[in-house]
């Protein structure tokens, strides 16, 4: 159901059943690892009008990433991370 790269490929499923008998499959929640123990690949200074996409792209390769530079940033709002100037840890991709 998620792409390989998604935050959630490696989050199970688990079910509710409602009181008419209705099951429902859903994701369990996530809980993001503690950004310290995510291995660094390098800092990146956000540049005026960057994305975290953007920055994902220039360092990750894949945009698509950019949750991996939230986690390692300890962010729940990843539009707090792209403030001019500021330096943001970026993880080592996945292997």
């Not at 009181?19 to 993001?32: E, H, L, P, S």
């Amino acid at each position: 159901m998620f792409d390989p790269t998604s935050r959630y490929a490696n989050v199970g499923d688990t079910t509710y059943t409602t009181a008419d008998g209705q099951t429902i499959v859903y994701k369990k929640r996530r809980f993001a690892p503690p950004a310290a123990s995510l291995p660094l690949l390098t800092l990146a200074v956000v540049a005026q009008s960057d994305r975290l996409d953007l920055i994902a792209y220039r360092t990750l390769g894949k945009p698509e990433l950019s949750w991996r530079i939230a986690d390692a940033n300890d962010a729940l709002d990843p539009y707090a991370l792209v403030v001019t100037g500021r330096v943001l840890r970026v993880p080592r991709p996945p292997s």
